[in-house]
């Protein structure tokens, strides 16, 4: 199936692929990839094991935010490449946020 | 068994700094008087929340760090709870997570030491065979 898509992608979209799509809230890096299908899809690394960011505090906004979308909710690690530990400690202090009124429980911060 | 814990809590904008340092105090001594010890206390100032609390579209954030048992916790939880100006609180422990980042940190260390120790010993030897030539 991935052979099939490939082709096609790289006919219509020369390189590059998923430049032109809006972009995501959360996989905000540049590069991260195209979540759809019919994409290529380059392969995510983790932005907390690669910058090697150990502590997921919740008083960090602005790192928080990256992970969570414009509805406020948190973005899947499917889409950021987030691993699974990382993203568990990520989940846990972006609720931790929404607690304390630094992040939105739903929709944009006020 | 002293813990570490952290408070954060916002209370309301329109709060003056005289009602400020009372709480402040108050918690203070709350603390010292159940055998703890405050570690710090900062005032994060005036933030924007992210939702309304309570009608309010901006907090005072505070943040106190302090040493106690559990007990403690209760207590000053209970106070906030009590106290009209506190529109919002949240503590957590805090010293688990900090002995993991500094075992964390000191494995980065050794690895850093170990990664640079025989890259000083490399370089006159690389060099030895230049002069020879």
């Known amino acids: 199936m991935a052979d099939e898509t490939r082709p096609t992608s790289s006919s219509s979209e020369g390189h590059g692929g998923g430049e032109r799509r809006p972009p995501r809230p959360g996989g905000g890096r540049e590069g991260g990839g195209p979540g759809g299908r019919k994409y290529f899809r380059r392969k995510k690394v983790c932005k907390f094991c690669t910058e090697k960011i150990e502590a997921i505090n919740y008083k960090d906004v602005r790192l928080l935010a990256q992970f969570v979308a414009e509805s406020g909710k948190i973005v899947p690690r499917r889409l950021t490449g987030v691993c699974t530990p990382h993203q568990r400690r990520l989940s846990s202090a972006i609720k931790q946020a929404r607690n304390i009124a630094l992040l939105p429980f739903a929709g944009r911060a006020a | ?133």
Do not use: C
């Open chain 2, 1 to 133: 068994m002293n813990r570490t814990y952290e408070l954060m809590f916002i209370v309301r904008p329109d709060m003056t700094e005289e009602d400020q340092d009372k709480l402040v105090s108050t918690l203070e001594t709350a603390v010292a008087s159940s055998g703890g010890k405050v570690k710090t206390f900062e005032k994060m100032g005036k933030r924007r929340l992210a939702y309304t609390v309570r009608r309010f579209h901006d907090g005072l954030f505070m943040l106190l760090t302090f040493e106690g048992s559990g007990g403690l916790v209760h207590e000053l939880e209970r106070r906030l709870r009590v106290s009209e100006p506190v529109i919002k609180f949240l503590s957590m422990r805090i010293d688990e997570e900090q002995k993991r980042l500094d075992k964390i940190k000191a494995i980065r260390d050794s690895k850093r030491k170990a990664s640079a120790a025989p890259a000083t010993p490399a370089e006159p030897a690389a060099e030895a065979p230049a002069v020879t030539a």
